[in-house]
DNA sequence: ATGACGGAGCGTCTCCGA
């Protein structure tokens, strides 16, 4: 049997509604990673989600955060938060949302930013990302396919920013930050590398600003870490970066994951 | 052309994003 997975970063779902629409539709993709939701559980778009066939799992605190995961294939045993995770500045944010669709056990995450190596935001994501290392080791122990997707907001090596040099003093490209990836990997998960539609590198986010998109100054911080039955079962993955072009896009652009099972 | 920030909210600025 086919599955289709994806995850993306959609910059708010409220605006970007028609757009998503019109992607699922044409990806058909059978369970979807969503973050930066930007809205409450109860303002997510239900209805025109639920009429393209999806079961739909929400999770949003307010205007920042928000995750989902949407399922064509069954959605069970959903976990709201990562347990165990840190809290900044005494508000709890929707950055993680665990389900199980069709025998695949899912997460999608969206990392804290960390804005400046200085900042306390910096020492949450670090935090944070060993939350999700005690998670993974967790739902490792499980005998089935799995697979964290999201916006790991790290790019895992120095080929995934457009120049390294750009980022000196900056957050996404830190020794910590990169050791934390590592650490899931060891525990056993793999690095779905997908296949750019275009150009030699698959980047997931281009800033809004100064032409980054047209100029293809972007960075891989997008990324699919499954376990050995989830990597294994992969037939194509990729980055839709048409989904970044045109009038009103997300920044990020969606991967596609293919698995036969 | 892919084309030079955008979203949200006690809002006409400020915070956040990466």
Redesign the pocket.
């Known amino acids: 049997m086919a599955v289709r997975v994806a995850t993306w ?1 959609v ?6 509604l028609p757009r998503v629409l019109d992607w699922l539709e044409r990806t058909a993709p059978d369970v979807v990673c969503l ?2 939701l ?3 559980t109860e ?1 997510f778009p239900f209805d025109p989600v639920k009429a393209l066939g999806y079961e739909v799992a929400a999770f949003g605190l ?4 928000g995750v989902a995961v949407l399922s064509k294939i069954g959605l069970d045993d959903v976990v709201r938060g990562l347990p165990g995770e840190p809290v900044f ?1 005494g508000q709890a944010e929707a950055r993680a949302i665990g389900a199980t669709c069709g025998g695949i056990r899912v997460w999608s995450v ?7 190596p200085q900042n306390p ?1 910096y020492g949450y994501k670090l935090e944070w990302l060993a939350a999700l290392q005690n998670v993974v080791r967790t739902e490792l122990a499980q005998d089935r396919p799995f697979a964290v997707l999201g ?1 790991f ?1 790290v ?1 895992p090596t120095d080929a995934d ?1 457009w120049d390294i040099a750009a980022f000196a003093e ?3 490209v830190t020794e910590p930050e990169r050791d934390a990836l590592a650490k899931l990997r060891e525990a056993g998960l793999s690095d779905v590398f997908p296949r750019p539609l ?2 030699d590198h698959p980047f997931t ?12 100054k972007g ?1 891989r ?1 997008d990324l699919v870490y499954g376990n050995a039955e989830f990597a294994g079962a992969v037939t194509d993955a990729y980055v839709d ?2 989904a ?9 652009a969606p991967i596609v994951v293919d698995l036969s099972r």
């Open positions: 970063n910059n708010s779902i409220v605006p970007r973050q930066e930007k809205n409450t303002a307010g205007r920042w955060n500045d969206y990392v804290p930013n960390g804005r400046e935001h916006d907001n790019a920013v900056s957050t996404h275009k150009y986010y281009w800033d809004y600003r100064a032409g980054n998109f047209p100029n293809n960075m911080i970066r048409e970044r072009k045109g009038k009103g896009p997300s920044d990020h």
